[in-house]
């Protein structure tokens, strides 16, 4: 009985060997130490052997048994190991992409000048608390202008030529446009939230103008905005400094004049040094060696109280960084109309994978 018990575990070894998946392994584990399997059907016979026989084939059955047991726990194991290599082998992400893409003569993209910038600055601003937000492109008056503190009849209105749209206003009456700035999010950010906070608001804004050098009809603004108690001028300096600084990786020279718009006061006008021509005069800084990018001012109280806020208790700043200036002067672009040529020539300039 005991050689048949051997025979019987060299058998399984050999059949163990050809077993591929989980299933037919089970299946074998069934076929021999199963209720029914082969060597239960050889233990059945152990009642008719004496006592003596029994001690001995008793214990070399168990320890069969027990082999059996582990070596299917092991194999089985191992087919494991082996699908999950399979399995990490088909998914494989395959890095050399881009040179075989080469080879093949594809193009592969890469990110707009413009993007690379919005996202370091982003970066920026998150690393020093601010939210971004975002906002739509189509508005109406109240956000685009009275709740900036432009009633209908301002003056203000006409520095920034406006796309409306014709016969359709919102259910208040409000006549639609395409935001002329980025502003619109300031209001819609002081409605939703209450101070103390500050957050940015990159976007598309877009103006009924001629267009040259620097100046496109549509174009990129990046708003923002902190709101809290005993805010100062000295805060609004500080945050665009270490911005520029970041972005530019150097000290950048800049100038701050008075400017006017009606939802600063006082408001200010930040120049840098024009990067294209380093201030010798060029068509992108109209030969003064200055270009205007950051236009900001302490909010006005009418601003503050439109978006729900008490400005006898709170205050605040804002800016509005004109992103496609910012994007010409890092890299030295003397066209602000190449950013939206479409020209792969000038995008892949910019690559980045
Ligand atoms: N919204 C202004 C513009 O587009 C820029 C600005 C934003 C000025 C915030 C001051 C404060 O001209």
Known sequence: MISQLESLYQNFLEELKTQKTQAEILNLKADYIGKSGKISEVLKNLKNLSVEEKKEVGPKANKIKDDIANDIANKLQAVEIEEINQKLADNKIDIGLRESVKTTGSRHGGFHPRTLIRQEIEDIFLSMGFDVLDGPHIEDEFHNFEALNIPGDHPARDMQDTFWFKDESSPEGKKHLLRTHTSTIQVRGMLSRKPPFRFIAPGTVFRCERTDASHEMVFQQLEGMMVGENISVGNLIYFMKTTLKEIFKKDVEVR????????????????????????????????????????????????????????DKYNGFAFGLGLDRLVMMKYGIDDIRHLQSGDLRFNEQFKTY
């Open 256 to 311: 701050l004049r008075p400017g006017f718009f009606p939802f600063v006061e006082p408001g200010f006008e930040l120049d840098i040094k024009c990067q294209v021509c380093g201030g010798k005069g060029c068509s992108v800084c109209k030969h003064t060696g200055w270009v205007e990018l950051l236009p900001c001012g302490m909010i006005h109280p009418n601003v503050l109280r439109a978006g729900g806020i008490d400005p």
